[in-house]
């Protein structure tokens, strides 16, 4: 049987991309592992949610 071997030129997720997201039944989020493109989404979704829009505008500020 052959394996599955990713094209060339392809690249897999890193560890550093990836997000673990769990709802929980009240409909509170967990997140682990939160990415910069996955808090732009999360804040696109819930704009005045202050703990993903801290954490849009930590990752959108240039590092000084």
Do not use: C
């Not at 673990?20 to 997140?31: K, R, S």
């Amino acid at each position: 049987m052959k394996k599955h071997r990713p094209k060339k030129g392809s690249a897999s997720p890193g560890k550093d991309q990836v997000s673990e997201l769990l709802i929980l039944p009240d409909g509170q989020i967990l997140v682990h592992n939160l990415t910069p493109a996955f808090a732009g989404l999360l804040h696109e979704l819930n704009p005045d949610d202050e703990q993903i829009s801290s954490r849009v505008t930590r990752h959108l500020s240039p590092h000084l």
